[in-house]
């Protein structure tokens, strides 16, 4: 059984360009969540996805993000503009929706740094 | 709007010492689902236990042990006989029922749990 793949685990980039994360869940979820975790926080949920359709977004998701799934498989997270403040790491999740809410299986994440 | 409470930051024992972690949450909804995580230095969330509030009954599962009281809003993990390879930091979250799953999970801050040889 394959788990929650993220690409990629690390990046490093300048302020004010663009990166793009990729993640893929375990196969049979259809249900997706975006999570970012700064040093010593917990994650803080972004955005979530019921097979491809983005139903939620968060607060924390300025207009910088955007967040895509299109065949209700992978999804990717893109961050324009980056600021020193986007650097953390940014989890993936998913789940099943078959029985309540079910445990989210997580991804090993992507960390990214802005210099 | 929800919340969860870790209090203890950073816990440091010797190995084969007991040891509890504490876990407060906040919610008005009455059908809501708890959850514990451990994030080793990895860094990946390893799930651990999920519960709904309807089942107050306290769980066992080797060493692990969870008791979950409704009147005092608290779901906390005991560690018995705690070894090395327990060191991580452990994360009590939750998510209602309202929000359909899509407010996904509300995380505490974390507990960071170090086990001395």
């Known amino acids: 059984d394959t788990g929650v793949s993220q690409d990629p685990r690390h990046k490093i980039t300048k302020r004010g360009q663009n990166v793009t994360f990729r993640c893929d869940p375990i196969?049979?979820?259809?249900?997706l969540y975006w999570y970012r975790q700064t040093l010593g926080q917990g994650p803080e949920f972004l955005t979530y996805?019921?097979?491809?359709?983005?139903?939620?977004k968060s607060r924390l998701l300025s207009d910088r993000f955007s967040a895509e799934r299109p065949k209700g498989s992978f999804s990717t997270l893109e961050i324009q503009r980056t600021e020193q403040g986007d650097s953390a790491m940014y989890l993936c999740?998913?789940?099943?929706?078959?029985?309540?809410?079910?445990?989210?299986?997580f991804g090993p994440g992507t960390r990214l740094t802005v210099l | 709007a929800q919340k969860v409470t870790q209090a203890q930051t950073e816990i440091s024992v010797v190995e084969k010492e007991d040891v509890t972690l504490d876990c407060v949450y906040e919610t008005r909804d009455t059908t809501y689902y708890l959850f514990w995580y451990k994030q080793p230095p990895s860094g990946e969330l390893v799930f651990l236990i999920r519960?709904?509030?309807?089942?107050?009954q306290n769980e066992i599962s080797g060493r692990y042990s969870w008791n979950f009281q409704k009147s005092t809003s608290s779901f906390n993990f005991t560690i018995t006989a705690s070894q090395v390879v327990d060191s991580a930091v452990y994360f009590c979250?939750?998510?209602?029922?309202?929000?359909?799953?899509?407010?996904?999970?509300?995380f505490g801050k974390g507990t960071h749990l170090i086990i001395q040889p």
């Open positions: 999740a998913s789940s099943s929706s078959t029985s309540g809410y079910n445990e989210q299986f």
């Open positions: 996805f019921q097979n491809e359709a983005q139903l939620e």
């Open positions: 196969s049979e979820h259809n249900r």
């Open positions: 519960r709904n509030s309807f089942d107050e």
């Open positions: 979250a939750l998510i209602t029922h309202s929000g359909g799953g899509a407010d996904g999970l509300t």
